[in-house]
């Protein structure tokens, strides 16, 4: 049964950071592309960052360039996010995901297979 854990979530003040965590289970982490999303309230989810299988490809939506930085360990089946310079506009639900069947790393939620449960975010002004 494959399974997809974040952690790392909480309340920051604008101008914060935060580091997620995605612990997976279940399946050879190192044939699947990791992704991260989120999604606000009354907002569809979107794409935030994603990383190859090997680590060394990385995409992330413009929002965040520049203060996200995702990486991987294959050795712990491990994802991570880092956000830095954190905004009230990045307040979600950041999903983790994971993709076998896309051979790059995808911006669209369709192409990803597993998803976790999520963990809210919320930056205070």
């Known amino acids: 049964q494959v399974q997809l854990v974040e952690s790392g979530g909480g309340l920051v003040q604008a101008g914060g950071s935060l580091r997620l965590s995605c612990a997976a289970s279940?399946?050879?982490?190192?044939?699947?592309?990791m992704g991260w999303f989120r999604q606000a309230p009354g907002k569809e989810r979107e794409f935030v960052a994603g990383i190859s299988l090997s680590g060394r490809t990385t995409r992330y939506a413009d929002s965040v360039k520049g203060r996200f930085t995702i990486s991987r360990d294959n050795a712990k089946n491990t994802v991570n996010l880092q956000m830095n310079s954190l905004t009230p506009e990045d307040t979600a639900v950041y999903y983790c995901a994971a993709a076998q069947r896309v051979l790059s790393v995808s911006s669209r939620h369709n192409d990803y297979d597993y998803w976790g449960q999520g963990t809210q975010v919320t930056v205070s002004s």
């Open positions: 279940g399946l050879m982490f190192n044939s699947y592309n």
